[in-house]
């Protein structure tokens, strides 16, 4: 069973950066692409980012282009979302999903295609 834990959410002004963290557990890691969705009040939950099991591809929703970069660590135990010029629009609750169903090269935004889930992080943007 996979154990996926974010982590580094948190209260930031319009402008301002925050860096997620998604640590995987319980099973080796590398065999899944990761992905980063969020869900706002009211909202459905969306895809925002996301990184191959092989490190070397990764994909973004249109609104965060330019702003947000996924990354993983060589362990690829670690997924990392940098979020810069966060905007109000970005507050939400933060989750990090595992996927096996990718090929090594490619990840998606479908959240039915992630098998396991972290609890989320709240991310809050404002002044």
């Known amino acids: 069973q996979l154990q996926l834990v974010e982590s580094g959410g948190g209260l930031v002004q319009p402008g301002g950066s925050l860096r997620l963290s998604c640590a995987a557990s319980?099973?080796?890691?590398?065999?899944?692409?990761i992905g980063w969705f969020r869900q706002a009040p009211g909202k459905e939950r969306e895809g925002v980012s996301c990184?191959?099991?092989?490190?070397?591809?990764?994909d973004y929703a249109d609104s965060v282009k330019g702003r947000f970069t996924i990354s993983r660590d060589n362990a690829k135990t670690t997924v990392h979302l940098q979020m810069n010029s966060l905007k109000p629009g970005d507050t939400a609750v933060y989750y990090c999903?595992?996927?096996?169903?990718?090929?090594?090269?490619?990840?998606?935004?479908?959240?039915?295609?992630?098998?396991?889930w972290g609890q989320g992080t709240q991310v809050t943007v404002s002044s």
């Open positions: 999903a595992a996927s096996r169903i990718y090929h090594m090269n490619h990840c998606g935004h479908n959240e039915y295609e992630y098998e396991y």
């Open positions: 990184i191959s099991s092989s490190g070397d591809s990764t």
């Open positions: 319980g099973f080796t890691a590398d065999y899944f692409a």
